[in-house]
């Protein structure tokens, strides 16, 4: 079925998926220069059917089905935006974006800078990250952290509804490229959404959101593990543990403010995420976090992640994952110090 046309102004119940839809949507009514590629995201809507709708409604000429070839998609969209165009790339699984590896890094990152400013590369890069989806090999990575490392890009994530629809839009919007992770075992998560463009985003799209308040000890985490921090959070207030959520939203460029008005909050930080804490993301979120909080701090930061091996056969998933217990397990480890 089509999607539909979201009115302006309302309050709706979305699914994260359904955000993303509308974000897209909302994107290409308001700039006609913003066109969408990728593997079956037409006709088909995408194999997770975030472009649903799309195509019929804005023709085969903006919503384009490509051949299975990242590095070609990739590289099409850097002509695209070299003719004023703004790209909407869909990299189908994250273990699916290496082959555009080369694209992305030498070209996508460095445009700008190799021109001397001359030259703007508007593409936003969508990758559905992230496991707990029961899915074989090369459709569960969690590889932002090698995005996050190479300047020339923005690299953005999403944790629910409403942050789907103005993210979307708002990183179609940027001049710079932007990677944009999406949690795929989140994309059925649903929640009350502001579409009221007059009113506009929440937050900007490099700002931190704290997902909720507490005393005892921090958690700084993104994506798909802020539903999981947000319960551990939960569990733990029943225990008299008041846990502090923050969601970074964005990974490059880190929202430094947010992260240490965080961390001297309760001067106990446990930074979680489902990719492995060797050289990840929460090894550069504990690093800032010493440097800039170290008379804060009441207990070394802790990283909660997965193991440093290839992410394993789905029966197995549920080991490697970050959980509840484990999370719970580095807030009482925190405490003891």
């Known amino acids: 079925m089509a999607a539909q046309n979201v009115p302006t102004g309302s309050v709706q119940r979305l699914t994260l998926a359904k955000g993303l839809n509308s974000g897209l949507r909302a994107a290409m009514k308001a700039d006609p220069k913003v ?54 790339v869909e990299i189908q699984f994250d273990g699916f974006v290496y082959p555009a590896f080369d694209q992305i890094i030498s070209q996508v990152a460095k445009m700008h800078a190799r021109s001397l400013g001359a030259l703007r590369i508007p593409m936003v890069i969508r990758i559905p990250y992230g496991g707990g989806i029961g899915a074989v090999e090369h459709h569960s990575e969690s590889n932002e952290a090698y995005f996050a490392h190479t300047a020339g890009l923005r690299v953005v994530t999403c944790s629910d509804p409403g942050d789907a629809y103005w993210m979307m839009q708002q990183a179609i919007a940027s001049d710079d490229p932007v990677i944009f992770y999406e949690p795929k075992r989140r994309y059925h998560e649903k929640a009350e959404v502001d579409l009221d463009e007059r009113a506009g985003a929440p937050l900007g799209l490099h700002q931190a959101a704290v997902r909720r308040e507490g005393t005892d000890v921090t958690l700084v985490t993104y994506g798909p593990m802020v539903k ?58 504990a690093s800032l976090i010493q440097q800039e909080c170290f008379y804060h701090l009441e207990a070394p930061v802790l990283r909660v ?26 807030v009482d480890r925190s405490l003891e110090f």
Request: charged residues 25%.
């Open 228 to 285: 999981t921090c947000l319960q551990a959070a939960e569990a733990a207030a029943a225990e008299g543990i008041s846990l502090h959520v923050l969601d970074l939203r964005s990974l490059s460029p880190l929202d430094l403010p947010a992260i240490t008005e965080a961390a001297k909050r309760t001067g106990r930080v446990v930074v979680v995420h489902e990719a492995s804490t060797f050289l990840g993301m929460g090894a550069e979120v």
């Open 305 to 330: 992640g997965g193991y440093n091996i290839p992410y394993p056969p789905s029966r197995f998933e549920e080991e490697f994952l970050p959980n509840l217990d484990r999370v719970l397990d580095a």
């Open 35 to 88: 066109v969408l590629m990728g593997e079956d995201v037409g006709k088909l809507g995408g194999v997770f059917r975030i472009t649903e709708g799309l195509q019929k409604d804005f023709g085969e000429d903006r919503v384009i089905d490509t051949p299975l070839a990242e590095a070609g998609i990739v590289g099409t969209a850097v002509g695209l935006c070299l003719r004023g165009y703004r790209p909407v």
